[in-house]
C-alpha cells in the first residue's frame, strides 16, 4: 500500500478515503536525519527530505509560504503535491478542483512501481492513536493544558511524557498532524480564536502552549493574539528540532515548560 | 554628477510640475525627521529634485485629497493591481501603505514605529513592511485609510501575520484571494500570461471575481458606478506610466533614482497626473545620459529597505541595468482593448511572488542576460519568508556570477562589510 504523508490538518483524512492508501500526518523528527537549513527557513523542513524518503509521496498545502516554497525546495515534482488552499472564504471552488487534482495525482502515484524497501508502520495512523490517547486521560482530575502550533519538530510522545511526568495532562494536541484547531491562516481568521476558545472551555485546560518554529511568522503573531483573547495563560515555545541523542527538550525549553507547569499548578491551588 | 542634499537643492527647478505647496528645498523634508536624505548622494538634476519632492510630500498630498473629499482606498500587498482598478473612481485615490516599511530607514531609525510594532508583536523575525503596523498604530505618516483592501492566499507569511494583526488592532480589511499560480497540467484548460507560463483558467476566473467584488465595494463606498470603459481609461492610465517606467529603466539613470522611479509603478505615489508629469520629465532627462563605462551593470533582486545601498552599489563599481523588486506585473504593459476585469486578472497572476521561485528566477536570469548584467545580486529582506529559497534557486539555474547580501533599514553598522562584499563581487 502506498505510503502518503499528508502535512496539513486542513486537508482531512476524509477526502483520502476509499484510495488505498496509508497517511501519514506527521513526520517523527527524531527518526529522521535533518537537513542544514538556510537561515529563514522553517525548522520542520530540515526532516522533509528524510520523510520523503521514506514515504512515496508528500502533501503539502499552500496555507503558510514556507511550504508553498518548501514545495519545489524538495525537488521532487512527481512526489510532491502542493494543494493550493484558498485563505478566503469565498473562493471555496478552488477547494473543489484542487480534490480532484489531490485525487488524480494518487492515481498516478499509485500506477507507480513501489519503492525497493518494504517499510513498516510506525509512522502510521499516529494521529489516530494520539488523539485516542489524549482523550482517554482527559479528565482524571489533574491539570489540562493543550499544545497547538504548526509543525511540530519534535515527538509528540516525548511532550506528553514530559508533561505528565509533572503531574500535568496534555487534553488538547493541536499541531499539525494532531487535532484539527481551526485555519490560522484563514484572513481574517477570527473564526479560528472563537474556536479555541471554545476547546479551552470544553476541555477544561488551564493553559495552552503555542508552539512554533523561530521563522514561523503565522503562529508568532497568532501566539500573541492568544493572550489577548484567552482567559487562561499562554506560553509561546519556540522549537526548530532536536538533534539525534540530545535530551528532550532542550534546557531553555525544559526551564520555561517546567515554570508554566508551576505557574499552572500554583494556580490551581490558589483557585477557590 | 551626483552631490549631497545641500547640493541638490541648488538643482530645484524653476518650473516645477508640482504645485506650489509641494515645491521647495528638500532640506525641509530632512529638518522635518526625514535624516536619510543627509546620507544619499543625489543625482544632480532639476527633474530629479521634482521626483523627490513629488515622493517625500506623499502624505500632505494625500491629506489635502482626503481634504477635497477623495476616498482614500489602502491596497496592501498587490503591489500594484488594485490601484489600477482604483484609478477608475474619479472620486477615489489609491495608497499603498506597505510602503512604511521605508520609514525606518528615512527617519534612520528616530521614529517608534518599529517598538510600536514590537509591542504588537511584530519583532525582528518579521520583515521592515512590520513598520506599517506602528504607523496605522500612531496614526501618524500618512492618513489611516478609508477603505482597506489586501491580497491573501500566496503572498508572504509575514504580511498575511500583518495584515490580521491590523483587523484586530481595529483596521477592517477585505481581503481578497490570490491563490498561488502554478503551470496547468496537460489536462486543465488553461491559460496563457504574458511571460509565457500556461496557467489554469480557474486561477484567472477566481481573481476576475474578486476583483468584481472589490469593484461592487467601491462602488458602495465612492457612489460611483465602475463601467468597462472607466476601467480602460485607467489602464491606458496605468499604461503610459509604465511606458515612462520602460524608457527609464533602460537609461543610464543612477540607481537610487530608478529605484524611486520604479517604486511609483506601485500605486503612481498616490498620485497619477502628477506621476506621469513627474516621470515624463525624468524619463527625458534620463535618456539623454551614457552609463559609466567604469561601473559593472549587474540586476538586482528584490528592493532594498535602506535606499542608501543604491548609492553603495555605485560607490563599490557597480550600477543597476535590470532590476526585480518583487512587481514586474506592475512595470509590464497591460492590454487595452479586451475585458479589462480579465486584463487585471492576468496582470495579478503575473505577480512573480504568487508564483514559484523557480519561475521568478528563471525570469530574472532571463531579463539580467537580455538586459547585459555582468552579475546577479540577490539582496535578501531580514525575516521576508520567499527570501531563505532565492539564492539557492538562483544558483541553481544561473551561469552568471551571484552575490547574496542582506539589507536591513539601516546599514550604516555594517557598510563596511557590505561595501567590502560588493567590491569584492564587482571586481572579480
Known amino acids: ?272 | 554628477m551626483k552631490g549631497p542634499l545641500t547640493l541638490f537643492d541648488t538643482f530645484a527647478p524653476k518650473e516645477s510640475c508640482l504645485s506650489h505647496g509641494y515645491q521647495g528645498p528638500l532640506q525641509r523634508h530632512a529638518a522635518g525627521g526625514d535624516l536619510r536624505l543627509l546620507h544619499l548622494a543625489f543625482h544632480l538634476s532639476p527633474a530629479t529634485h521634482d521626483l523627490w519632492n513629488f515622493l517625500m510630500t506623499e502624505e500632505d498630498r494625500l491629506k489635502d485629497l482626503r481634504r477635497s473629499g477623495k476616498v482614500i482606498i489602502g491596497a496592501l500587498k498587490d503591489l500594484g493591481t488594485i490601484p489600477v482598478l482604483v484609478n477608475a473612481y474619479e472620486n477615489a485615490v489609491a495608497f499603498y501603505p506597505d510602503g512604511a516599511w521605508w520609514l525606518p530607514c528615512f527617519k534612520e531609525q528616530r521614529t517608534d514605529l518599529l517598538p510600536v510594532a514590537e509591542a504588537l508583536g511584530a519583532g525582528e523575525g518579521l520583515c521592515p513592511v512590520r513598520a506599517m503596523l506602528g504607523a496605522f498604530e500612531l496614526g501618524c505618516h500618512f492618513p489611516v485609510p478609508d477603505l482597506l483592501f489586501c491580497s491573501t492566499g500566496a503572498i508572504c507569511d509575514d504580511f498575511k501575520a500583518l495584515a490580521q494583526r491590523l483587523v484586530e488592532r481595529g483596521h477592517p480589511i477585505h481581503f481578497w484571494e490570490m491563490p498561488h499560480v502554478r503551470e496547468a497540467q496537460a489536462d486543465e484548460t488553461s491559460i496563457q500570461l504574458e511571460s509565457g507560463l500556461r496557467v489554469p483558467v480557474l486561477l484567472r476566473d477566481v481573481v476576475k471575481d474578486e476583483l468584481h467584488r472589490i469593484a461592487g465595494k467601491l462602488d458602495e463606498r465612492t457612489g460611483e458606478f465602475l463601467n468597462v470603459e472607466k476601467l480602460r481609461a485607467a489602464i491606458r492610465r496605468s499604461n503610459r506610466v509604465r511606458h515612462l517606467l520602460a524608457r527609464i529603466r533602460t537609461s543610464a539613470l543612477p540607481s537610487l533614482e530608478r529605484l524611486v522611479c520604479e517604486m511609483m509603478a506601485i500605486h503612481y505615489c498616490s498620485d497619477y497626473e502628477l506621476c506621469e508629469a513627474v516621470l515624463s520629465r525624468v524619463a527625458e532627462e534620463a535618456e539623454t545620459l551614457t552609463p559609466d563605462p567604469a561601473l559593472k551593470p549587474v540586476f538586482w533582486v528584490n528592493p532594498v529597505a535602506d535606499v542608501r545601498v543604491m548609492n553603495l552599489l555605485e560607490e563599490a563599481g557597480g550600477r543597476l541595468c535590470g532590476t526585480d523588486f518583487m512587481f514586474s506585473h506592475a512595470l509590464s504593459p497591460l492590454e487595452e482593448t479586451g475585458d479589462p476585469f480579465d486584463t487585471l486578472a492576468r496582470m495579478a497572476l503575473s505577480d512573480p511572488m504568487a508564483g514559484t521561485t523557480r519561475a521568478r528566477m528563471k525570469l530574472c536570469l532571463e531579463e539580467a542576460k537580455r538586459c547585459g548584467a555582468k552579475g546577479i545580486i540577490v539582496s535578501r529582506i531580514p525575516g521576508a519568508s520567499h527570501c531563505a529559497f532565492e539564492a539557492s534557486m538562483l544558483a541553481s539555474l544561473s551561469d552568471l556570477p551571484l552575490l547574496e547580501i542582506e539589507v536591513s533599514s539601516l546599514t550604516d553598522s555594517y557598510a563596511p562589510a557590505l561595501m567590502t562584499r560588493l567590491q569584492g563581487f564587482m571586481e572579480s
Not at chain 1, 5 to 22: F, K, M, R, Y
Not at chain 1, 190 to 198: G, P
Open chain 1, 1 to 272: 500500500m502506498k505510503k502518503i504523508a499528508v502535512l496539513s490538518n486542513v486537508i482531512p483524512d476524509v477526502w483520502l478515503e476509499g484510495q488505498g492508501i496509508t497517511l501519514v500526518r506527521e513526520a517523527e523528527c527524531s527518526q529522521h536525519e535533518p537537513v542544514t537549513l538556510r537561515a529563514g527557513m522553517c525548522g520542520y523542513l530540515a526532516f522533509l527530505p528524510a520523510l520523503l524518503a521514506d514515504v512515496d509521496g508528500v502533501v503539502l498545502t499552500t496555507t503558510c509560504d514556507q511550504m508553498r516554497r518548501a514545495a519545489e525546495w524538495l525537488d521532487a515534482d512527481d512526489r510532491v503535491f502542493l494543494f493550493n488552499y484558498p485563505s478566503t472564504l469565498h473562493q471555496e471552488c478552488l477547494i473543489d478542483a484542487e480534490k480532484a487534482r489531490l485525487k488524480g495525482w494518487v492515481a498516478q502515484l499509485k500506477l507507480r512501481s513501489n519503492l525497493q524497501h518494504e517499510r513498516d508502520a510506525r509512522v502510521c495512523d499516529t494521529r489516530t492513536h494520539g488523539q485516542q490517547d489524549i482523550r482517554q486521560v482527559a479528565d482524571h482530575g489533574r491539570i489540562a493544558i493543550g499544545v497547538i502550533g504548526g509543525h511540530f519538530c519534535g515527538e509528540r510522545q516525548a511532550v506528553e511524557n514530559f508533561f505528565a511526568q509533572r503531574g500535568v495532562q496534555l487534553a488538547l494536541w493541536g499541531c499539525e498532524g494532531g487535532e484539527s484547531v481551526g485555519d490560522v491562516a484563514q484572513r481574517p481568521n477570527d473564526a479560528f480564536y472563537e474556536h479555541l476558545k471554545t476547546l479551552v472551555t470544553q476541555r477544561h485546560l488551564a493553559g495552552l502552549i503555542v508552539v512554533r518554529t523561530t521563522w514561523c511568522d503565522l503562529w508568532r503573531l497568532a501566539c500573541v493574539r492568544l493572550h489577548e483573547v484567552l482567559d487562561v495563560p499562554v506560553l509561546e515555545w519556540v522549537m526548530d528540532g532536536q538533534s539525534h541523542g540530545q535530551p528532550f527538550p532542550d534546557s531553555t525549553s525544559r526551564t520555561r515548560l517546567e515554570a508554566f507547569c508551576e505557574l499552572l499548578q500554583a494556580q490551581c491551588q490558589e483557585a477557590p
